[in-house]
């Protein structure tokens, strides 16, 4: 009975001189293997790297301090009660001067929010202002080259001595000298708290 050869045809067999049975150098297989070999190694820590990356900005979107704010802006006659100025939608922004307030809407996708507090004019006094609950607002009313600027219930001077900045407020949207018109601005700095983060929100509101 005749012998096999060792030099077979078995499958994945070496030849001789280091080739595999298609006749390749197998040092240029195993060349072509490590090349290989590494690149899938580096598109596995790019997409490790791309996952982290993408984890981390999810966490940040979650911890973000930006709100989707709608804000809305109306004058009312009459006068406001204060409370409706704490853990509510609505903030008040009020003067008993002239009868005159305005109101500010506040929306967000958020819950659970807790309103810091806001500032109310003294119903009885124009010269005193009640600060709610500790928090401050400030307005920025701009008409042209004209800017007023009303931070923490400052008193500023106006047509009566000692009016606070929302008497004031009242006084402008009153004043035949100088109404607001479509082109004037409101800037509100609202400072609120959310799960024990302070957020500070700022918009301007077309008037």
């Not at 004058?75 to 109101?103: N, R, W």
């Amino acid at each position: 009975m005749m012998r096999r050869s060792a030099h077979g045809s078995a499958p994945n067999s070496r030849t001789e001189g280091g080739h595999d049975e298609q006749g390749e150098p197998l040092a240029k297989r195993n060349a072509e293997l490590e090349e290989s070999m590494t690149e899938l190694r580096k598109s596995h820590k790019h997409l490790r790297n791309s996952h982290k990356e993408l984890e981390r900005l999810l966490t940040e979107s979650a911890r973000s301090d930006t709100f989707n704010v709608t804000w809305r802006i109306t004058g009312v006659k009459g006068l406001v009660d204060a409370k409706q100025c704490i853990y509510s939608e609505t903030l008040p922004i009020a003067s008993a001067c002239g009868g005159m307030y305005l109101t500010l809407s506040f929306q967000t996708d958020e819950d659970n929010i807790e309103w810091i507090g806001c500032y109310l004019s003294h119903t009885a006094d124009c010269g005193k202002t009640h600060k709610i609950a500790g928090s401050s607002i400030s307005f920025v009313l701009q008409s042209g080259n004209i800017t007023e600027t009303f931070d923490d219930g400052t008193k500023i001077s106006g047509p009566g001595e000692g009016w606070s900045d929302f008497c004031k407020v009242a006084w402008l949207l009153e004043d035949d000298g100088w109404r607001l018109s479509g082109d004037d601005e409101l800037q509100v700095e609202l400072k609120l708290r959310l799960d024990d983060r302070h957020y500070h929100v700022n918009t301007y509101l077309p008037i």
